[in-house]
């Protein structure tokens, strides 16, 4: 299978990630067909997507001509039948498997022998989606981060019965579009989702032991760590509602693993309203005239709370290597550009020794005799062998 321009690519579904990815596919010189079940939806997306394209003819960024050719390539539809000459399909409809099936079982009357097909699920497994295809070996997880068009990484997540021709067409192609693909197992959360739970399950669990304030911790994160933002401002943007949902996901799908355990507090937060900052409140308050929190900042508080939290990170990357979910490399490239941490996990585990993570962990093993806290066995295996990640 080669990949080629002329391919026309599919795109179900025309919310927040469907005309993400659409703008990315036409933006790539490809013809486009994004179809939606809701005649309002499709209308909102060519809209918001004509805002947006607008925006960078405005900051000279793109000329009219260019964007109108974008806009050109997109056939927005309400009719699955338009999808027939499709090459590849990615869908992206609500989150809900019985949903995916039927579209699918709906979709696979229409089109070509030849054409992939693809979901950006972020937690169902591949694997169960794949079951209601009569050719599973076309089928597999093409993972977008939002906003599409800016996050460059696309995790791509062959099932069990994705060919492997499929997985190197598929990868070629959103390469082609200045994407970095990393291929992750079909397991749980597949790499970033996973990796990243400690960031906010970790920085609750400090929150809830009273030693330290989410705006501290945020302040640690951002100040000590060089992340963007601290973990209690992401999980307010996100919305505490759909982080939580994501994190008990994981947690069930890990067959309850304390690694993963969500957390009351923010639990508590979600039964009340305060999804963050599209509800006016969450962990901080946004509404008029609000008082912003100010961080203690305080350096030996702030290392305490970042090492605790960098080393829960590393450790989940490494298990993630261990485990054979992907690569060291793809594992810290998800990391950068999924999710924009200032350094990939294990190239930093390398650079602040993997002793001192090690350490880190058994100290925190020792003190709270929970499983939450075990060291990975790579990680025990590499400092005993004394070999890095990146070595
Ligand atoms: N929003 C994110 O940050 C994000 C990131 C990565 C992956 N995802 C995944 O991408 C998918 C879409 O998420 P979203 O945030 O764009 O959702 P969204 O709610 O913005 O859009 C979903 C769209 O699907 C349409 N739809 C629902 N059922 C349909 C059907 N049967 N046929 C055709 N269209 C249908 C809806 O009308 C809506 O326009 C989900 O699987 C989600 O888990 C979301």
Request: charged share 25%; aromatic share 10%; net charge negative.
């Amino acid at each position: 299978m080669k990949t080629d321009r002329t391919e026309i690519i599919g795109v179900i579904g025309a919310g927040t990630m469907g005309t993400g990815i659409a703008q990315i596919a036409a933006s790539h010189n490809h013809s486009v067909i994004l179809y939606d079940i809701s005649e309002t939806q499709i209308n909102q997306s060519k809209d918001s997507l004509s805002k947006i394209l607008m925006r960078q003819v405005e900051k000279k960024r793109m000329s009219e001509q260019e964007i109108n050719s974008i806009l050109e390539r997109i056939k927005f539809t309400t009719n699955l039948a338009d999808c027939t000459d499709c090459k590849l399909i990615i869908e992206a409809i609500v989150e809900d498997l019985t949903a995916k099936k039927e579209l699918f079982q709906k979709l696979e009357t229409y089109i070509s022998d030849t054409c992939v097909l693809s979901s950006n699920t972020s937690s169902l497994s591949i694997a169960s989606i794949s079951s209601v295809f009569d050719s599973p070996e076309r089928f597999l997880g093409m993972h977008f981060f939002n906003p599409a068009p800016l996050m460059k990484l696309v995790e791509i997540i062959p099932g069990i019965s994705t060919s492997n021709e499929v997985t190197q067409f598929t990868r070629q192609l959103i390469d082609s579009w200045d994407k970095t693909t990393v291929i992750a197992k079909d397991t749980p959360g597949f790499i970033v989702n996973r990796v990243a739970r400690p960031f906010y399950g970790e920085a609750l669990r400090i929150y809830e032991e009273g030693i330290a304030e989410p705006a501290t911790i945020d302040w640690a994160m951002k100040e000590i760590g060089g992340f963007r933002m601290g973990p209690f401002e992401l999980m307010d943007l996100i919305g505490n509602d759909v982080n939580y949902k994501v994190t008990e996901s994981v947690f069930k799908e890990f067959y309850y693993d304390p690694r993963f355990k969500p957390s009351f507090t923010q639990k508590r937060l979600v039964e009340a309203g305060r999804l963050g900052k599209k509800s006016g409140i969450g962990f901080y308050d946004y509404r008029e005239g609000a008082e912003t929190p100010k961080p203690i900042t305080d350096k030996e508080l702030g290392d305490k709370v970042f090492n605790r939290i960098l080393a829960m990170l590393i450790n989940e990357a490494a298990d993630a290597v261990f485990m054979n979910i992907a690569t060291a490399k793809e594992v810290d490239q998800a990391m950068v550009y999924g999710v924009n941490y200032p350094k990939g996990l294990l190239a930093w585990a390398d650079e602040i020794g993997l002793s001192y993570v090690l350490d880190t962990m058994s100290a925190l093993q020792v003190e709270y005799r929970e499983d939450r806290y075990r060291p990975n066995p790579l990680l025990k295996r590499m400092v005993r062998n004394g070999v890095l990640f990146h070595g």
